[in-house]
């Protein structure tokens, strides 16, 4: 079936460090590709999105980007800040079940200042 | 921020007692969606609905049911409560489809603890 698969955590960082968060997917087509961020206490909120291949999607200093050849949408951030202390959700929709999102375990990130 | 609200925000219940936990909307979207959330796991689908009246199961609708009278209420109800449903649920709503590339947006959670 369709599913994502993300890098586990925790993951613990100095303030000013580079992030990766690793996210692979298996679905069949074309699937659209989110990643969501928890911060403490709240519900999920979308980060960014990429509906097709190569697409880039970018949003607070985050990017990811559609790579249909290694079935992958990592997320990445240059240098990251205290308030980038999260869970990090990577998720898919396979155009098959257009109804559903499917998320990884989520990833949670810790900024030390 | 999306108008979405859930009640209540906390519950403490016994096992096998029923509880029905809703979701409220001002957003009239389309689509409404209930996840639980538990550690280990991510969110994972209980139930949907794409339009009043109109629901269908996620992968983990075993135990619970759900109902959608009008846009903007979607209700979960578990039937006979266990241990096993302790966890957060979370209500969330879509505009357009997510295979489409639609946002969800999320609800502040329900906290839920069987005993």
């Not at chain 1, 074309?30 to 969501?36: A, D, N, Q, T, V």
């Not at chain 1, 509906?51 to 990811?64: L, P, Q, V």
């Not at chain 1, 990445?76 to 396979?94: P, R």
């Not at chain 2, 906390?10 to 689509?31: D, F, I, W």
Request: aromatic share 12%.
């Amino acid at each position: 079936g369709d599913s994502v698969t993300q890098m586990e955590g925790p993951v613990t960082l100095s303030e000013e460090a580079f992030l990766t968060i690793n996210c692979t997917y298996t679905a069949t087509g074309y699937p659209s590709l989110f990643w969501y961020v928890q911060y403490p206490g709240e519900g999920l909120q979308l980060l960014l999105k990429a509906t097709k291949a190569d697409d880039k999607g970018s949003n607070k200093g985050f990017e990811a980007t559609y790579r249909k050849e290694t079935t992958s949408f990592h997320l990445e951030k240059g240098s990251v800040q205290v308030s980038d202390s999260a869970v990090y959700f990577c998720a898919l929709s396979a155009r098959s079940n257009d109804y559903k999102l499917s998320f990884g375990a989520g990833t949670t990130v810790t900024v030390r200042a | 921020d999306a108008g979405i609200t859930q009640s209540p925000r906390h519950k403490v219940t016994e096992t096998g007692t029923p509880v029905t936990l809703r979701c409220h909307q001002t957003e009239n979207h389309r689509y409404m969606y209930w996840y639980r959330q538990d550690p280990g796991h991510g969110l994972r689908l209980i139930h949907y609905s794409y339009g009043v009246k109109d629901t269908d199961k996620g992968e983990v609708s075993d135990g619970y049911s759900v109902s959608r009278s009008k846009t903007e209420d979607f209700l979960l109800t578990l039937e006979s409560a266990t241990s096993s449903q302790t966890s957060v649920y979370f209500c969330a709503i879509s505009e357009d489809s997510p295979g489409q590339g639609g946002e969800q947006f999320f609800g502040p959670g329900t906290r839920l603890t069987v005993l």
